[in-house]
């Protein structure tokens, strides 16, 4: 596997990021078969240009829809997977739209979804064309990653309330926005930077980079100020390439744009059962900090 940096204000791959990662792994003579972008935070990567870059290198488009559920890119919803060839969804509990645990796997390839409904489920594949209906065949390997039926009936009843989700979330992270814009440049809003057309986000996370040297606190100690004034904030995410796992196989990556996100990042609260006050309440607590 291979990685790709990011942009240090958006932590999304953008084309130029992307053309290097390639640029770099062709220099080394490595073979590469896929891109794998993540729609990180909600805000979505420039699918077009991608799928350009991608089409020239010959290598497929997958792109990890998990924060993005019930946005909208080039006016097509999240998951249609018109420039991409897969999108892949998670219904864990802190996303937007969850069913417990499970997740889902769109596309438009009829092959490629016959294959991931087989692994799905032990990869049985069951003919019932002749009279010995029990019959079913194992070509290979598969799991057991089926929904629930349980779970599924909660996704019926999230789907209906997704759009809801999105105006109510979109609603909180322009009055964030319009809050916290005045701290520029200790806090940086999301809607400074970015190739975002905001309307068609669903906001999975509201996450703002702070510029903690500037501020000369730690984000450990920031996070524990804000604590004791009864706010939880998270990090998202540790940079991938700089686990154990990764750095193992493949020494320590130069990846100046994750580290660069990476440090400034922090995620407030956002739900959608939030309201203005509570906003104003975060706002304030940051405010006493700076
Ligand atoms: C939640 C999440 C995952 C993991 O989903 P699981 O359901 O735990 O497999 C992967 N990528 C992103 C961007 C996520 O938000």
């Known amino acids: 596997m ?36 993540v729609h990180l935070t909600g805000r979505h990567v420039d699918l077009k240009e991608i799928k ?8 497929e488009l997958i792109a990890d829809s998990c924060h993005a559920i019930g946005g909208a890119y080039d006016s097509m ?10 999108n892949t969804f998670s219904f864990h509990p802190v996303k ?4 417990g645990e499970g997740g889902a796997i769109t ?13 799905r489920s032990h990869n049985m594949i069951k003919d019932g064309s002749n009279e010995n209906k029990w019959q079913y065949v194992m070509n290979d390997i598969g799991y057991n990653y089926r929904l629930s039926d349980i779970q599924c009936a909660l996704g019926i009843s ?8 999105k105006q109510k979330r979109s609603r909180l992270v322009k009055f964030y926005n319009s809050k916290l814009k005045k701290f520029f440049p200790k806090i940086t809003t999301p809607d400074r930077y970015g190739p975002t057309i905001f309307e068609s986000v669903n906001w999975h996370l509201y996450s703002i980079l702070i510029d903690f040297k500037a ?32 750095t193992k196989l493949y020494g320590s990556l130069n990846m100046p744009g994750s580290i660069e996100y990476y440090e400034r990042t922090l995620s407030l609260p956002l739900f959608t059962k939030m309201h ?13 900090l700076l």
């Not at 937007?96 to 069913?99: D, G, L, R, Y």
């Not at 596309?107 to 692994?119: D, F, G, H």
């Open 2 to 37: 291979l990685f790709c940096d990011v942009d240090p204000n958006t932590g999304l791959i953008t084309p130029e990021t992307l053309r290097n990662a390639i640029q770099d792994a062709r220099k080394r003579g490595l073979k590469i078969k896929a891109v794998i972008v």
């Open 52 to 59: 350009e870059i991608t089409q020239v290198n010959k290598l």
């Open 77 to 86: 919803p999240i998951g249609k997977s018109y420039y991409e060839q897969i």
């Open 96 to 99: 937007a739209f969850t069913t």
């Open 107 to 119: 596309t438009n390839n009829e092959k490629l979804a016959s294959a991931i409904r087989q692994m």
């Open 158 to 165: 999230q789907l209906k309330k997704l759009k809801g989700f």
């Open 215 to 246: 501020l000369k606190i730690s984000r450990g100690k920031f996070m524990e100020n804000l604590r004791q004034k009864k706010i939880n904030t998270q990090v998202h995410y540790i940079p991938v390439h700089t686990q154990p796992y990764y």
């Open 276 to 288: 203005k006050d509570d906003i104003e309440f975060v706002v304030k607590a940051l405010e006493e």
